[in-house]
């Protein structure tokens, strides 16, 4: 393995039927860091997730991981390579936990390593706290607990890159924390995790780098303090915050809607 | 109740009543046939090849049925849900219409070749989508417009016999059907099942939605063609000896979903052989019948699993509440 892996969009542009969602997007997301991809709802936030992923059309330029072209690999080549936790990600059937969560070890399936899959599902379901929900079917969870088992999945595929759309939605102040928390150590492992927030304080806490889409599109990427600062969310979300620090640590809170 | 447990009670069910169904004559009840050369002919040239086609048939809708229902995430989703299995009943009607039914062979293979342009013009009707949407509307499209046709075959008949003929083999029926019939449909069945069997590990990561599936290495596009190709093999030849049989497809699946732990992918060979027992159970009544005009299996398979199936709702629902 290579170190210093780094995940790279090249004036990439993302949309859906031959229009662009997300235009020339040019990115690095670095191992061992958790970037935040933030903006309004309808932004482009999750179409860029798509996008990486293959999900949304690339209309040009290029994605590449350590010098390789992301749209070269095979369909469970890439599987293995990129986890994605979609946005409100939910089982139809009402299966059990654990199998729910070994359903992240299917691009493996042709190479089955029993011990290592075994192991990469206890250490998801030991992360996304959900060991003691096993057993029980989806069906019976709440929608929290749910999100959490969908987390598990996302991890148990132990790519070195993790997409979450959305992971905290709908969690309750200690679980969006404990998850936020995970991430973080999930990264420091030497991967690559890009998370979708609407939580700017979280993003503050969390998150290295973050990614703001504004509504006129424009990407505005740096380090998290430097990126979400009063300014920027003035531009992105239309709403006056007030901002403080607590222990050297920035918090922002969006205060009041701006007029016009 | 374990799986091996489940496939093994299944199994000797089915070979339990293929052995009455071999014993069994049309309005004779249970009899062991003898040795004499009448008897042997009998159970050779007329119970095996009936048996073997209800167990191969129920086989099928059985499999088909489950692969369908988990791959749309629809538990009313059955093996006519594409509009194949109608445009394979077009294809056997229209053979009929133009006098092609005094070569044994003939109508079987229109019925076949019926379910293949069904399935080239649902490909051509989703274009480069792979949306689970679009598809069952494009089969909804598919089934409407063969199924107008073949009421308009109906309508133009020549004669009353003719229409008669293409109304009785619509209703389904496993009578005098030969092991030439057998070996017609013996390789599409084939191919077709192997295709449809192959896709049940990907039935389970379907659960999770079409995103999440293409993330874990799915691809829609191929799954779209193994499961319309493999339907339109399968089901089509079934269809195109057997006629249409109704409800097997969508019963059976429910039936055996609570014993599979709501997994897709282990309900997919339960499914087939629990196809196959209840068709030939179906086949048996319907002989076991006072002599008279036979029944049609297909009507029997509705006229039982319509009200069963309403007992079985309603049955679930107070047990099973989140479902």
């Keep these: ?81 990129l986890a994605y936790l979609e946005q409100q990600a939910d089982c139809h059937w009402p299966m059990p936990v654990e199998k729910v969560v070994e359903l992240g070890r299917y691009p493996y399936r042709h190479h089955r390593l029993p011990a290592q899959d075994l192991q990469a599902i206890d250490r998801a379901m030991d992360i996304a706290d959900v060991k003691a929900m096993a057993g029980r079917k989806v069906s019976q969870l709440s929608g929290g607990e749910r999100t959490r088992v969908m987390l598990a999945r996302a991890l148990a595929v132990d790519a070195p890159i993790l997409l979450a759309d959305e992971p905290v939605a709908g969690l309750d102040p200690q679980h969006q924390l404990s998850v936020m928390q995970h991430l973080r150590s999930w990264s420091s492992d030497g991967r690559i995790v890009l998370v979708v ?55 922002i809170l969006p205060w009041d809607v701006e007029s016009c | 109740m374990s799986r091996s447990l489940l496939l093994t009670t299944l199994t000797m069910g089915l070979l339990a009543v293929m052995a009455v169904s071999l ?40 499999m088909a049925g489950a692969v369908l229902q988990g791959w749309l995430r629809n538990p009313l989703a059955d093996p006519g849900v594409l509009g194949i299995s109608s445009m394979s009943a077009l294809g056997a009607v229209m053979a009929m219409y133009f006098g092609l039914f005094t070569v044994s062979w003939m109508v079987p293979l229109a019925g076949i070749l019926g379910a293949i342009a069904g399935f080239w013009i649902l490909i051509t009707l989703i274009g480069k989508e792979s949306g689970i949407l679009l598809i069952v509307l494009a089969g909804a499209a598919l089934n409407a417009f063969s199924s107008a046709m073949t009421a308009l075959m109906l309508n133009l008949a020549p004669n009353p016999f003719a229409m008669q003929d293409m109304l009785f083999w619509l209703m389904g029926s496993f009578e005098h059907r030969s092991l030439e019939h057998l070996w017609l449909i013996a390789l ?45 093999l399968a089901v089509g030849a079934c269809v195109s000896v057997a006629g249409v049989i109704s ?34 159970c179906a086949d048996v009544l319907v002989r076991m019948l006072p002599p008279g005009q036979e029944l049609r299996i297909g009507v029997v398979t509705a006229l039982l699993g319509g009200p069963f199936f309403l007992w079985l709702l309603r049955h679930v629902r107070r047990a099973e509440v989140e479902l």
């Design chain 1, 197 to 251: 927030l609407h939580d700017l304080n979280l993003a503050l806490k969390y998150c290295d780098e973050s990614v703001l889409v504004t509504p006129d599109r424009q990407l505005i990427s740096g380090p998290t303090a430097q990126v979400v600062n009063e300014e920027n969310v003035r531009r992105a979300f239309g709403v006056r915050s007030l901002v403080g620090s607590h222990e050297g640590q920035p918090y």
């Design chain 2, 188 to 232: 599409p069945v084939l191919i077709g099942m192997t295709l449809l069997y192959r896709l049940s590990p990907a039935l389970d990561v379907m659960a999770l939605g079409e995103d999440t599936a293409h993330s874990l290495g799915i691809s829609g596009r191929r799954v779209l063609w193994s499961v319309g190709l493999g339907t339109a």
């Design chain 2, 23 to 62: 014993m069994t004559g049309r309005g004779a009840g249970l009899t062991w046939p003898g040795w004499d050369w009448q008897s042997q002919l009998i159970l050779w040239e007329i119970r095996l090849p009936r048996t073997l086609l209800a167990a191969i048939c129920g086989a099928v809708l059985g």
């Design chain 2, 247 to 280: 409800f097997a497809g969508l019963v059976v699946p429910h039936l055996l979903r609570p014993l599979t732990q709501w997994q897709p992918r282990l309900l997919v060979l339960p499914s087939a052989l629990a196809g196959a027992l209840l068709l030939v």
């Design chain 1, 1 to 81: 393995m290579s170190r210093n892996r780094e995940l790279l969009l090249n004036n990439a542009s993302f949309g859906y039927r031959g229009a662009p969602v997300i235009a020339d997007a040019t990115l690095r997301f670095r191992e061992g860091c958790v970037t935040a991809i933030l903006g309004s709802n309808g932004s482009g936030k999750s179409t860029l997730m798509k996008g990486i992923l293959g999900l949304a059309d690339c209309l040009n330029g290029q994605i590449s991981l350590d010098g390789r072209d992301l749209r070269q690999l095979s369909d469970m080549e890439r599987a293995r390579t």
